[in-house]
């Protein structure tokens, strides 16, 4: 059930990716398009030449991976300037929420939702749109991080932004307690989607080799953020650089490369 908080949180959250296209894909794209590729590799057979919703799109990463397997896919974010990026070379993009999707019943083979479904209040009311839109036995592919399965750089990085005047915004802290862990626990994401009426539902806990263990890259991750590229915008061009510097030296050590995320497979009645 929608409320008046989520409603202003959705606002919220809104606002922070419109602010964050051109971070985003200076920092965290590159792991998103890993992940993003593993995603869609998961499911080729279900995917190529099927006309393909890209929930929660962002930058592009997942409509990339589908068009480089033979699918057609449209977007649909929240922001329209996360779709707006790179917008000559990317297919058609909606601006709309995933609680509330501007398209007809059985409209599509697929929808893929590459960490979207995690930023959304209503879990059980964007599932029920996901079945909505997708034609009889068409196949939802979702991604999401587990609760507790925090790569290190989060926390490392944190602790030093906060040592350079950085509090997380409101949105985010609320963002954290209220919705991120609808979708962080694998039980929960099989019953909602049940739910929501799809004939079957599994998830899977996939490793995806990314890179992390680089810091320089876990901190150009971290620092591109809707909910920290704001602040590090805000600091002056020495200021940032010694952030940087600090940043990577506290994750010298060993990282892991390896993200774990979760794969929410249902498919439509
Ligand atoms: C973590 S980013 C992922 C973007 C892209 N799928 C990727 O993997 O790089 C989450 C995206 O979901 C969008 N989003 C958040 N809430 C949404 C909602 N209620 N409806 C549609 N999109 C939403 C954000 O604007 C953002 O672009």
């Not at 707006?84 to 409209?107: C, I, N, S, T, Y």
């Not at 599932?127 to 036995?137: N, P, T």
């Not at 979702?142 to 290190?152: K, L, N, Q, V, Y």
């Not at 150009?220 to 704001?230: D, G, K, Q, S």
Request: glycine share 10%; hydrophobic share 45%.
């Amino acid at each position: 059930m929608r409320d008046l908080a989520d409603d202003a949180l959705v606002a919220e959250i809104r606002a922070a990716y419109a602010g964050s296209a051109q971070g985003w894909a200076c920092g965290p794209e590159r792991l998103y398009q890993i992940m993003a590729d593993a995603l869609v590799a998961g499911a080729t057979g279900a995917l190529t030449g099927r006309r393909v919703l890209d929930l929660g799109a962002g930058t592009g990463v997942a409509s990339r991976a589908l068009q480089a397997v033979g699918a057609t896919p449209v977007g649909l974010d929240l922001a329209v300037e996360m779709l707006a990026h790179d917008r000559e070379q990317r297919p058609p993009g909606v601006a709309g929420d995933a609680q509330q999707l501007p398209f007809r019943d059985d409209g599509f083979d697929a929808v893929v939702a590459a960490f979207s479904l995690n930023h959304v209040p209503d879990l059980l009311g964007a599932l029920a749109e996901c079945r909505r839109v997708l034609r009889g036995h068409g196949l939802l592919l979702a991604s999401t991080f587990r609760t507790g399965d925090d790569h290190p750089a989060k926390a490392v990085v944190e602790g030093v932004l906060e040592r350079f005047g950085y509090r997380r915004p409101a949105w985010y802290g609320t963002f954290k307690a209220r919705v991120a862990g609808l979708t962080g626990d694998p039980d929960n994401l099989v019953c909602t989607a049940r739910d929501a009426g799809f004939a079957t539902a599994e998830v899977a806990a996939v490793p995806v080799e990314a890179g992390l263990d680089d810091p320089h890259r876990a901190v150009e991750w971290r620092l591109n953020m809707p909910h920290t590229l704001a602040f590090v915008a805000g600091l002056e061009r020495p200021m940032q650089d010694r952030l940087r510097r600090v940043a990577i030296r506290e994750l010298t050590g060993p990282l892991p490369s390896t993200v774990w995320m979760l794969v929410l497979r249902a498919t439509a009645p």
